[in-house]
């Protein structure tokens, strides 16, 4: 399902093909910037102030965000013409998100994972060692249009999809070996070539199309679709780089690398007979000078350059540092560990003291050439409250770094999800007297690691909140369970349903064919005084729904009977009718009747 819609640098995301409920999220990132308009980038070259000729290294680092917020996305929403005015806005709630800055002809992309917040915040550093890199590289970003520099934004998100008409089958194993050998790693390709790829996976039998009916070839096409989609998600990672004859950077894709086993268990493709959960990916992209635009840019001060004197090469200095400074209520400590050589030092944040903290030990020198060692390994252990179980953690990533500032983005290894359950604005609350609804968030790798938590739903508390903070948090599924109880003279069947979810979940009454019956009563009501109707529909060959009517002169408005109607086929309606009549006027008229029908309406009187 296709339904990315851009508005104003604001990306809308229809989360129910039936529904007017959209997310939303920034369509492109941007600069963070401070309280004077200042944009968070910085090359900063270091020389030697004996040898100002040398230069030893330089180091670019920028802050970017995807930012968004109600209000904007309001706005947005008001300016498109193809969403609803009614139109429920919320915010992207992403299961992992990560960043990839390219400087084409200069490095690699350098891909990590960034907040999983609102604001998805995300600090991206890259270390150039070539002097003609350098000085090349500080002259064009004199000219912001002139730099290539670039960030790309990879959001997977979770989407929630009706019973497919289709299913995609696969050993994604194959998949991902058929990409190896038509596309590699090294190749940029563009979103038109992993469409092709997709009818060839698809026209090659790799994927196969699963359909009620027997001949899948009308499908072909969306199918194609659909398996663009997840490829994107699975097996690609957006960058910029320089195309041969492009004079600036494209926007394309490379395969990454990734562990097929964990692909293997993900919910990929819709299923036929459930509502499913599928993941879907998003990229905001934008050149450097998208970034800064808007901003106070001064190259001057933008570009600096550091003299590095003899005892900064004494010692190995990092100055370690959270990204965000704003510790979660939840969060009790945050342990940055590190290590140079046979150097090991722990450094402990906690709400109150979140602080740059400093990793300062004796250089070492490499035994062959003399020359200091620069690289230090990183890692951190974030300890929170969970709903329930207490308190748990979990650990980033080893990471090394070379560079005299490390930031520690603890968002990145935890999710906190907000999940919303909530009746929907027009549910029937004579239908069913209560809701309970259950809320699981199982680990995919750890089926028996759970947690969950029930509400219930009814007229007087029409929506609950529950919030939970989750480790590892693309490596969960959410799932509901939504247990209806019936109300008095009601005809309808207590359901219990099972099906996953995102993070909203949203309750309706109808949840079934519906048997309709519009029952009207002109009748002559000087004569009667009251008319008591029983409604009984067989659903099932042994079970029946009943409701039962009354009219009076007061109230003789037609009245609707809607009854679950399993099967399509069974249509007969049975009414029982008793009549009561105004004082000495019920002399030779029946007291009681029966009926049965087929029709959509019906008129007592006609019946008496």
């Given at each position: 399902m ?5 508005v104003?640098?604001?990306?809308f ?7 007017p ?12 910037v401070?309280?004077d ?7 900063q070259i ?12 330089a180091?670019?680092?920028l ?7 109600p ?15 009614d139109?429920l ?5 992403a ?8 400087i084409?002809?200069?490095?690699a ?7 999983l ?8 550093l890259?270390k150039l ?12 970003m004199?000219?912001?249009a ?11 998100y ?5 019973p497919?008409?289709?299913?995609l089958?696969?050993r994604?194993d ?15 390709i563009?979103?038109?070539d992993?469409e092709k ?16 009916e027997?001949d ?8 194609a ?18 195309a041969p ?9 490379y395969?990454?690398?990734v562990?097929?086993e964990d ?8 299923k ?7 993941q ?5 992209q934008?050149?450097f000078a ?7 840019y ?7 350059k ?10 190995r200095e ?5 990204l965000?400074?704003?510790l979660?209520?939840?969060?009790q400590?945050?342990?940055a ?9 722990q450094?402990?944040?906690?709400r109150g ?10 250089s ?9 060692l620069w ?18 953690s ?11 500032d490390?930031y520690?983005?603890?968002?990145s290894v935890y999710?906190r ?13 004579s ?12 680990h995919?790798?750890r089926?028996?690691?759970s ?8 007229q ?6 529950y919030?939970?903070?989750?480790p590892?948090?693309d ?5 509901v369970?939504k ?6 003279n009601?005809p309808?069947?207590p ?8 993070q909203?979940v949203?309750?309706?009454s109808t949840?079934?064919?519906q ?7 002109s009748?002559d009501w000087q004569?009667?005084?009251m008319?008591?109707v029983?409604?009984?529909y ?9 409701q ?8 003789a ?7 679950d109607?399993i099967?399509?086929e ?31 309406d019906?008129?007592?009187a006609?019946?008496?």
């Open positions: 296709d339904n990315q819609l851009v104003q640098n604001i990306c995301i229809r989360a129910d093909p039936d529904r409920i959209y997310y939303y999220c920034a369509a492109a990132p941007g600069i963070t401070n309280d308009n200042q944009p968070a980038v910085q090359l270091f020389r030697n102030s004996n040898q100002p000729a040398t230069v030893y290294y180091t670019l680092s802050q970017t965000q995807l930012e968004s917020n209000e904007a996305a309001r706005k947005a929403a008001d300016a498109s013409p193809d969403i609803p005015r139109a806005l919320l915010p992207l709630q299961i992992a998100c990560s960043a990839t800055l390219d084409p002809g200069f490095i992309g350098q891909t990590s994972k960034t907040s917040s609102n604001q998805q915040y995300c600090y991206l890259a060692t070539s002097g003609d890199d350098i000085a090349l590289l500080a002259s064009l004199n000219a912001p002139s730099a290539p520099i670039a960030v790309s934004y990879k959001i997977d979770l989407q929630q999809l009706p497919a008409t289709f299913e089958e696969a994604w194959q998949v991902y070996q058929f990409l190896q050998e038509s596309v590699g790693f090294n190749l940029l563009f979103s038109v992993i790829t997709s009818s060839r996976l698809i026209s090659e039998k790799v994927v196969r199309i699963k359909v009620r027997t899948p070839d009308g499908h072909i096409e969306q199918a679709a659909e398996l663009t989609q997840i490829l994107t998600s699975q097996f690609f990672t957006p960058v910029f780089a320089r004859q492009q004079p600036h950077p494209e926007a394309g894709f395969l990454q690398r562990s097929i692909v293997e268990q993900r919910r990929l493709s819709g036929l007979s459930e509502t499913t959960v599928v879907r990916s998003l990229y905001p934008a050149l998208e970034l800064v635009k808007g901003t106070d001064q190259a001057d001060r933008v570009i600096t550091s003299d590095l004197q003899d005892d900064f090469f004494a010692f990092v100055r370690i540092n959270l965000s400074t704003e979660d209520d939840n969060i400590l945050v342990v560990r590190l290590r140079y050589g046979d150097n090991n030092r450094f402990n944040f906690r003291d979140t602080g740059p903290k400093l990793f300062r030990v004796a070492i020198l490499d035994p062959k050439t003399g020359k200091m690289p230090v390994e990183y890692s951190f252990v974030v300890y929170f409250n969970q709903a329930i179980g207490g308190v748990t979990v650990s980033s990533d080893s990471l090394q770094t070379e560079l005299n490390v520690l983005d603890i968002e999710g999800y907000d999940f919303v359950i909530k009746a929907a604005s027009r549910f029937d609350w239908w069913y007297q209560s809701v309970l609804v259950t809320v699981r968030c199982r995919i790798q089926p028996n690691s947690i969950s938590k029930s509400y219930q739903i009814s007087t508390v029409l929506q609950e909140s919030p939970v903070m989750l590892e948090p490596l969960y599924l959410f799932e369970s247990e209806y109880s019936t109300a008095p009601s309808h069947i359901a219990v349903l099972n099906e996953p979810t995102s909203d949203y309750l309706f949840l079934y064919r048997r309709v019956l519009w029952l009207s009563a009748m004569q009667v005084a008319v008591i029983s409604v009984s067989a659903y099932s060959p042994t079970d029946s729904l009943q039962v009517f009354q009219f009076t002169e007061s109230d408005a037609p009245q609707r009977f809607s009854a109607q099967d399509p069974r249509l007969i309606v049975n009414l029982d009718i008793w009549f009561t009549y105004q004082p000495g006027q019920g002399e030779g008229k029946p007291a009681y009747a029966q009926s049965a029908t087929r029709q959509d019906i008129d007592i006609n019946l008496n």
